[in-house]
């Protein structure tokens, strides 16, 4: 049985990857329970990094307290595994610069720490959670069907939301990006990001170990982190219909995405730690059905029997305007195809359980 360390199990995705691989995979989970994502109460103890003791997640499962960047802990727990699947990160886009350190420590040391220690103890295998925010902006076509990078938006005080040809002013159409595109990272989370590919990308070269970097768009479904300024879009306007109010959605509402239920990120997840894929592959993990967000909240409010959207006009710089992954790379070599659409996982997840992570806090180094 090929034996995994799952580091972040007790998280929103590392949760759901250990209950898809448990029955055929031989499973050590791990996860340093940052307050930031599951409060003080399942805050790690006392020691540099963590205590290494085995305690009860919020799942009732159990889970090893271990901080991926502690070497000792991690060269004695790779003993034996084939395979690391590496999920453990701060997440969110930032509050601000002061989570800078939080993300560069947890994310961007703790990767460099694990690679370490694998090489280390002759794991070769890794699969790595990273992100579609790698790409920054979207990919973008003229009228003429020619590739044209856009210019910074400069008018959304003015409600001109849409990305423009810098040389023309010419309105531009979101088209699908794929793995190849440029990375673009623009918030310090999404610079961690590409830092945990990068990293792990050096290490394949130097060891000859192969990674699979599964590039997660939207992601959203049960036991997702409730209304906090680190939570997804989908979760937040969950939040806003439980509280009786209307889901507050940016700009015009026409933002392009790709929601992917977080059973289909766990397939994934099991279909690259089975292929193993030699060398570095970064992989796009979508539905390959484009949504909007102001869909994506009107299909909440309408399962809720909530209140309608309130579309606000309001926006923030650094967000992106379209973002949609091609999933045909993912198809092509793992035969991965979610399967379960945006309309039907969406409606779905207007009553699921959501995890408690309210009042904990910005994350800490
Ligand atoms: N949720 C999304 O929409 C999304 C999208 C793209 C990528 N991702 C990536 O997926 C992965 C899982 O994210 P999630 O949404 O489940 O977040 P989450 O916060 O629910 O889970 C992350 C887990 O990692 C743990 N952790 C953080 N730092 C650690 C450390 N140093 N050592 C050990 N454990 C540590 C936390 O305690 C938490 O349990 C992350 O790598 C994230 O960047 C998530």
């Given at each position: 049985m090929?034996?995994?360390?799952?580091?972040?199990?007790?998280?929103?995705?590392?949760?759901?990857?250990?209950?898809?691989l448990?029955?055929?995979?031989?499973?050590?989970?791990?996860?340093?329970?940052?307050a930031?994502?599951?409060?003080?109460?399942?805050?790690h103890?006392?020691?540099?990094?963590?205590?290494?003791?085995?305690?009860?997640?919020e799942?009732?499962?159990?889970?090893?307290?271990?901080?991926?960047?502690?070497?000792?802990?991690?060269v004695?727990?790779?003993?034996?595994?084939?395979?690391v699947?590496?999920?453990?990160?701060?997440?969110?886009?930032?509050?601000?610069?002061?989570?800078?350190?939080?993300?560069?420590?947890?994310n961007?040391?703790?990767?460099?720490?694990?690679?370490?220690?694998?090489?280390?103890?002759?794991?070769?295998?890794?699969?790595?959670?990273?992100?579609m925010?790698?790409?920054?902006e979207?990919?973008?076509?003229?009228?003429?069907?020619?590739?044209?990078?856009?210019?910074?938006r400069?008018?959304?005080?003015?409600?001109?939301?849409?990305?423009?040809?810098?040389?023309?002013?010419?309105?531009?159409?979101?088209?699908l990006?794929?793995?190849?595109?440029?990375?673009?990272?623009?918030?310090?989370?999404?610079?961690?990001?590409?830092?945990?590919?990068?990293?792990?990308?050096?290490?394949?070269?130097?060891?000859?170990?192969?990674?699979?970097a599964?590039?997660?768009h939207?992601?959203?479904?049960?036991?997702?982190?409730?209304?906090t300024?680190?939570?997804?879009?989908?979760?937040?306007?969950?939040?806003?219909?439980?509280?009786?109010?209307a889901?507050?959605?940016?700009?015009?509402?026409?933002?392009?995405?790709?929601?992917?239920?977080?059973?289909?990120?766990?397939?994934?997840?099991?279909?690259?730690?089975?292929?193993?894929?030699?060398?570095?592959?970064?992989?796009?993990?979508?539905?390959?059905?484009?949504?909007?967000?102001?869909?994506?909240?009107?299909?909440?409010?309408?399962?809720?029997?909530?209140?309608?959207?309130?579309?606000?006009?309001q926006y923030?710089?650094?967000?992106?305007?379209?973002?949609?992954?091609?999933?045909?790379?993912?198809?092509?070599?793992?035969?991965?195809?979610?399967?379960?659409s945006?309309?039907?996982?969406?409606r779905?997840?207007?009553?699921?359980?959501?995890?408690d992570?309210?009042?904990?806090?910005?994350?800490?180094?």
């Amino acid at each position: 049985m090929t034996r995994v360390l799952l580091t972040g199990a007790a998280g929103f995705i590392g949760g759901h990857i250990r209950s898809a691989l448990e029955p055929n995979h031989d499973v050590v989970a791990i996860d340093a329970m940052l307050a930031s994502a599951h409060g003080h109460s399942g805050e790690h103890g006392s020691g540099e990094y963590g205590s290494g003791d085995t305690s009860s997640g919020e799942s009732g499962r159990d889970i090893t307290r271990v901080d991926v960047r502690d070497h000792a802990a991690l060269v004695e727990l790779l003993t034996g595994v084939d395979v690391v699947c590496h999920q453990a990160a701060v997440v969110g886009a930032g509050v601000n610069s002061a989570d800078a350190p939080a993300y560069a420590s947890h994310n961007d040391f703790g990767t460099a720490v694990l690679l370490a220690a694998m090489a280390e103890t002759g794991c070769t295998r890794l699969v790595l959670a990273s992100s579609m925010v790698v790409y920054g902006e979207g990919k973008y076509r003229n009228a003429a069907g020619d590739l044209v990078m856009p210019g910074p938006r400069t008018r959304l005080a003015d409600g001109i939301f849409e990305n423009t040809d810098p040389a023309t002013g010419e309105v531009l159409d979101w088209t699908l990006v794929e793995e190849d595109a440029e990375l673009r990272p623009r918030s310090t989370y999404a610079a961690s990001k590409v830092a945990q590919e990068n990293y792990a990308l050096a290490w394949s070269l130097a060891t000859g170990g192969s990674v699979t970097a599964l590039r997660y768009h939207n992601v959203y479904g049960p036991h997702m982190p409730r209304n906090t300024p680190y939570s997804g879009v989908a979760a937040m306007f969950r939040s806003s219909l439980e509280a009786g109010k209307a889901p507050q959605v940016y700009e015009d509402g026409h933002q392009a995405r790709d929601f992917v239920h977080v059973s289909d990120i766990a397939a994934a997840n099991t279909a690259a730690i089975d292929a193993a894929l030699p060398g570095f592959t970064a992989l796009n993990v979508s539905s390959g059905h484009p949504i909007t967000i102001g869909e994506v909240a009107s299909t909440l409010s309408d399962a809720c029997h909530g209140p309608a959207p309130e579309i606000t006009g309001q926006y923030r710089p650094g967000d992106v305007r379209h973002i949609v992954a091609s999933p045909e790379k993912a198809r092509r070599t793992l035969g991965f195809v979610a399967a379960i659409s945006p309309e039907q996982g969406l409606r779905e997840f207007a009553t699921a359980p959501l995890r408690d992570a309210e009042g904990t806090g910005a994350p800490r180094v």
